[in-house]
T-cell receptor, first 115, second 111 residues
């Protein structure tokens, strides 16, 4: 019954590999996000999709490519992984017009470790 | 560039004490200021939020104080409990669009 679910929860991979993280929300929300949380716990937005349309694309290396096949899914593909990509990646969703009352609903995160 | 500056980085409080976390911002277009609570291994969760037309909002033991002229807002946790031990993030956005988070404050409540 998880509202925002991410897979995998942990990902350990070697430099240079390509990996994907998947996110699904069953809340019927219109907007989904990817945030990166670094080792100092700082949360930085990477991308946002509203009804499958990209609306936020922060300064992120183009090795990162989001894909939203439908409103309930937002995946993150990372090419040529680097040591600096090691972080916890959070998927989140929100309902248009209801952010003040309900905020973002975050997934539990994917801890990516690049070795 | 961090749009919301948060302090302190960490704090320790005794059970029953008051925890105070402060945030400051520069962008006067911000009109939504939430606080999120994050436990280890979990994603952040909305705790309480305020609009700039209100100077204070209270929900249970959690209170936001907002000072529009100083461009500052703070979270007070009254009667702090060990279960409140977590990382707290302030955030801000313009018209509910794209939350920018502070750096986080790790709160430890000692029994």
């Amino acid at each position: 019954d998880t509202a925002v679910s991410q897979t995998p929860k942990y990902l350990v991979t070697q430099m240079g590999n390509d990996k994907s993280i998947k996110c699904e929300q069953n809340l019927g929300h219109d907007t989904m996000y990817w945030y990166k949380q670094d080792s100092k716990k700082f949360l930085k937005i990477m991308f946002s999709y509203n009804n499958k349309e990209l609306i936020i694309n922060e300064t992120v290396p183009n090795r990162f490519s989001p894909k939203s096949p439908d409103k309930a899914h937002l995946n993150l593909h990372i090419n040529s992984l680097e040591l600096g990509d090691s972080a916890v990646y959070f998927c989140a969703s929100s309902q248009d017009g209801l952010l003040p009352r309900y905020g973002y609903t975050f997934g539990s995160g994917t801890r990516l470790t690049v070795v | 560039q961090q749009q919301v500056k948060q302090s302190p980085q960490s704090l320790i409080v005794q059970k029953g004490g008051i925890s105070i976390i402060n945030c400051a911002y520069e962008n006067t277009a911000f009109d939504y200021f939430p606080w999120y609570q994050q436990f280890p291994g979990k994603g952040p969760a909305l705790l309480i939020a305020i609009r700039p037309d209100v100077s204070e909002k209270k929900e249970g033991r959690f209170t936001i104080s907002f000072n529009k002229s100083a461009k500052q807002f703070s979270l007070h946790i009254m009667d702090s409990q060990p279960g409140d031990s977590a990382t707290y993030f302030c955030a801000a956005s313009i018209s509910d669009y794209k939350l920018s988070f502070g750096a986080g404050t790790t709160v430890t409540v000692r029994a």
